[in-house]
């Protein structure tokens, strides 16, 4: 018979398991709220890492926001559907990675993001001044990841349900950029979150928090758009 030990290593390992799969489905429940792609109002782009999504209502040759999204699993059509609304009404670029997902190694994961940014970058007319990174859970945490290590490529965050690794809460995180937190009062991250926020306050940021109801799954449609609607005003 196995060990106490050996069984609460495997009652660990089980439960674990079981509460990625659980993120993944709150996920995918949600994408039920959102928008198919082949509705959407512009081009859905293949860029082999990353996909882009370019509204009609981007205005030729002018360059414009850019909002760079990690999902925690590597569904970049996910949140191409979450941000496809907000893009085409605000005039802005979207491209989601098809490579980041959780539990890879910053050493290995922020350079594969730095070049599909570097990349649409290359492709677009992108305002550079005007980044945006985004992420659900483990993509938001990966967003403040990389502002940690790239902080001159990035203007602002848009964090949906994920917090902050202690490791970058030093005074080597970049100061004086935006964040907007979209947090639920049910998620367990939703303290980290509020210590994030206080975090990056004392840093010079400027930061809004919008609430919504549901936990750890994708904010509404309202909240994104609230989000954005914010961002216009402060960049």
Excluded: C
């Excluded at 996920?27 to 509204?55: E, K």
């Excluded at 993001?113 to 990349?119: I, S, T």
């Excluded at 502002?147 to 005074?171: C, Q, S």
């Amino acid at each position: 018979m196995a060990s106490r030990r050996t069984q609460l290593l495997l009652l660990t390992a089980v439960v674990a398991g079981g509460l990625a799969l659980l993120e993944l489905y709150w996920v995918r429940l949600d994408q039920a709220d959102t928008a198919p792609l082949a509705s959407l109002h512009g081009q859905l782009r293949d860029g082999g890492t990353y996909l882009a999504y370019v509204p009609d209502s981007v205005p030729a040759g002018r360059k414009v926001p850019l909002v760079f999204a990690l999902s925690p699993g590597a569904d970049a059509g996910s949140m191409i559907r979450v941000w496809a609304r907000v893009a085409e009404t605000h005039g802005w670029l979207v491209a989601a990675s098809k490579e980041f997902r959780n539990g890879v190694a910053w050493e290995v994961l922020t350079p594969q993001v730095m070049a599909e940014l570097d990349a649409v970058e290359r492709a677009y007319a992108v305002d550079r001044d005007r980044v945006v990174f985004t992420g659900l859970s483990g993509g938001a945490m990966g967003s403040l990841g990389i502002t940690y290590y790239h902080p001159g490529r990035i203007r602002a965050l848009v964090l949906n349900t994920g917090k902050m690794e202690e490791a970058f809460m030093d005074a080597r995180y970049p100061r004086g950029k935006l964040a907007v937190f979209l947090a639920s009062p049910t998620d367990f991250r939703y303290g980290e979150m509020k210590r994030d926020r206080a975090f990056l306050d004392a840093r010079g940021w400027t930061t809004t928090w919008v609430e919504f109801a549901g936990g750890h799954i994708f904010a509404p449609p309202v909240a994104y758009q609230a989000a954005a609607d914010w961002l216009e005003k402060h960049w």
